[in-house]
């Protein structure tokens, strides 16, 4: 039986904001929260597997599902052992008489690691997340001084492209104004099957003076591995990717990808079985990809992430 110990969960498709590099629209089907109890039927089929780590997000905002601290205290019931990470854009109201502050504080509760998704300063900001507010996310910034973190890591996690390089500063400072642990740098990647990094000239258009200062200033802080093959997609291998539908698909950096099932309605070790799924991690064991994962992000940026001379996780 293939084990799963990295699981990537989607609990809700809705989202506030419109980034510029997310391709959720083209990928999400109707508007929907998962229930409770579907959220239990999920977790009781994967709950035989040593889960590790899990990310409990997807291409929604988690905090906008209407009972996110239930689904992250049910999530510790089931895997009380297991890492879990959830990011959030910070566009919502945190303060101590706003609907979300009970909700959150409770969450924080049953989260291991907190990303706050903040790429760029001020106007680039707004630009990149799409329609979010700079002030709005000062605002979140400032109430969260005052919430109970127990023993959650909060930090930044800022998408790099061609025109935010050299905003990172100014957030490192910001980062260190509200006491948040660490600023994690991600080289900005494309989501999707057919389309390549080398397709957006904002994201892959670096300049030698633009990789020199990442090198220079903030090579400890941009997260990647530049020796990166295919046979080490950790994927293929022991990961799990669900939508708020419950399909299945291989990856999340293939969000555009048929599901290989759907965890409501198959056995999840048949899906992992199918000839579909074995063609994939054969392609990938072999490095002789098929054309789900020809255009992975992963690949496309080892040549970016060997100048900046990369090795983090």
Known sequence: MREIKYAYLETTNYCNLRCSFCNRLDVIGPLKHMSLENWEILLNKIKHHPLKTAKLMGMGEPFLHPQFDEVTQKFKEYFPKTFVIVATNCQYSIKFDSPMRKKFENALNNIDLLYLSIDGFESNYERDRSPAKWDKLIDFLENLQSVNRNKCQIVVNYVVNKCNIYDIQKIEELRQKYNLEK???????????????????????????????????????????????????????????????????????????????????????????????????????????????????????????????????
């Not at 258009?205 to 997609?233: A, F, P, S, T, V």
């Not at 950790?234 to 950096?253: A, H, M, R, S």
């Not at 064991?285 to 900046?308: A, Q, R």
């Open 183 to 313: 600023l994690r740098l991600n080289i900005a990647q494309i989501w999707s099957e057919d389309k390549s990094i080398t397709d957006f000239e904002k994201i892959y258009g670096y300049e030698e003076k633009d990789l020199e200062y990442l090198k220079n200033n903030w090579q400890k802080n941009i997260m990647g591995k530049q020796n990166w093959e295919y046979q080490d997609c950790f994927w293929v291998k022991e990961g799990l990717y669900t939508t708020v539908e419950g399909n299945i698909k291989v990856c999340c950096l293939n969000t555009s990808a048929v599901p290989i099932g759907n965890i409501f309605k198959d056995n999840i070790d048949e899906v992992f079985e199918s000839n579909k799924f074995t063609e994939i991690k054969n392609g990938c064991m072999s490095n002789n990809p098929t054309e789900h994962c020809k255009k992975c992000s992963y690949k496309e940026l080892t040549p970016i992430l060997k100048k900046l001379n990369v090795n983090n996780d």
